[in-house]
């Protein structure tokens, strides 16, 4: 994986993310593949960055973590508002992110009852790929198009980006991957 020598992050920050990202492509590689089948070791593809790879995914999580963020929305905005609004999904991408979501709990006890990893990693290609249709369809934050200005945030979305996150963290930490920020 490369990191960008623009980044804002301190020389520390980026030799942890460096590292977050070298190893995790491994590790997720690895846990990629069933058991019964023959295990390829190859660079290119633990490093590509499109596909079922490390890379990929943890670039998904901080693009999802992102949308928020460049609202001006706190997680903390976010919990509030959902405590006091009921969450509305009436577009079917919506509907299909939640419903994948919502599937964390089953994927969690199938991978305890059969001792397959690769299930765990199939799932968060899943949700990222799902995230992707629905953030294609689904306006998060609406801005002007011509001076940039901040229009609408849909806050029921948002809360799609932030538990899509969640859930997608929660399986990076199951499988002993570090994600970056």
């Known amino acids: 994986a490369v990191v960008s020598t623009q980044s804002t992050g301190t ?5 942890a993310c460096r590292d977050a990202v070298a190893y995790g492509c491994i590790k997720f590689a690895d846990l990629t593949c ?4 023959d295990y390829v070791f190859s660079f290119d593809k633990m490093l590509d960055d499109r596909g079922k790879t490390a890379v990929y ?5 901080t693009r999802i973590r992102s949308i928020a963020r460049n609202g001006g929305v706190s997680r903390d905005q976010l ?11 009436e577009h079917e991408a919506e509907l299909k992110l939640a419903k994948i979501l919502l599937r964390f709990p089953e994927v969690i006890e199938e991978v305890t009852e059969t001792l397959q990893p690769h299930t765990l990693c199939n799932y968060l290609y899943d949700i990222s790929t799902v ?31 932030e ?5 997608m963290e ?12």
């Not at 538990?163 to 859930?167: D, E, I, P, R, T």
Request: charged fraction near 25%.
């Open 34 to 37: 069933t058991r019964t089948n």
């Open 131 to 161: 995230f992707t249709y629905f953030y294609d369809k689904c306006y998060c934050i609406e801005r002007n198009r011509e001076t940039g200005e901040l229009v609408k945030i849909h806050m029921d979305r948002l809360l799609l980006c």
């Open 170 to 181: 929660k399986c990076f930490d199951l499988l002993g991957i570090k994600t970056v920020s």
């Open 57 to 61: 995914l943890l670039y998904a999580l």
């Open 11 to 15: 020389e520390e920050e980026i030799i």
């Open 79 to 89: 919990m509030e508002h959902a405590r006091a609004h009921p969450i509305s999904l």
């Open 163 to 167: 538990a899509s996150a969640q859930v």
